[in-house]
């Protein structure tokens, strides 16, 4: 049976410091969910059993889920996982399926940058409003930055893997830029059911040669 470990590292990608920073993002993600799930517990828990609502937990898990959220999209970048349309490319290949899909990655690395520039422009303004249910709640004075502040590092982290997959792709080092996740899907499935053991299939499943045949008349 295959070892499966917790934050495998990407196939074909390149490691040292951004295969690091892969895995602390991952763990970071991981980490947000968990908690978003804590604090949406406690807050459920609290109006319908102690029947005294916080204030703060909303606002909370809404902020969380901003930065998991700015955080998993530099991660489905660097495994080429979001969804794409694919009608275009499919109808060329060799090199100019290669450079639409290079035009497509320069321009996702054109709207990160924007996005970036736009959302600093917002820092000041921001950084002097306070979130009013976690600064009330829990006596922490949350600026609405600190929410900004999550587009702005998932951008960059956005705009750094998917230069790193480009240059990767364009090296050769991987074979395709964008991956389709539902044939990843389907193709892991396949060898999962590929490596079980012929004696756990059970008798009278389809392709089993040893089930009896059925007349018409059962």
Same mark, same amino acid.
């Given at each position: !049976?295959?070892?499966?470990?917790? !934050? ?16 602390? @993002? ?61 009608? @275009? ?19 996702? @690395? ?48 956005? @705009?750094?893997?998917?230069? &790193? ?5 364009? !090296? ?32 009278? &499943? ?13």
């Amino acid at each position: !049976m295959e070892e499966r470990r917790w !934050m495998p590292s990407p196939e074909g990608l390149s490691g040292g410091i951004l295969g690091f920073v892969d895995k602390v @993002v991952s763990w970071m993600v991981a980490i947000g969910l968990a908690l978003i799930a804590l604090v949406i517990f406690i807050q459920v828990a609290a109006r319908y059993v102690l029947n005294s609502p916080t204030v703060w937990s909303e606002e909370l898990a809404i902020s969380i889920f901003v930065w998991v959220t700015m955080l998993a999209i530099p991660l489905g970048l660097r495994r080429g996982e979001h969804l794409t349309l694919d009608f @275009v490319t499919k109808r060329f290949s060799g090199t100019v399926a290669k450079s639409i899909a290079i035009a497509v990655a320069a321009l996702n @690395v054109l709207m990160f940058a924007v996005l970036i520039v736009l959302t600093i422009n917002l820092l000041p303004p921001a950084d002097r409003q306070l979130l009013a249910g976690i600064s009330g709640g829990l006596g922490i004075p949350a600026k609405v930055s600190w929410v900004y502040a999550a587009v702005i590092v998932g951008g960059a982290l956005s @705009v750094i893997f998917s230069i &790193e997959r480009s240059v990767l792709f364009t !090296m050769g080092r991987i074979t395709v830029l964008f991956e389709d996740p539902d044939q990843l899907l389907i193709e892991e499935l396949e060898h999962e059911l590929a490596a079980e053991p012929s004696g756990r299939r059970d008798p009278g &499943e389809p392709g089993d040669a040893s089930a009896p045949n059925r007349s018409k008349e059962d």
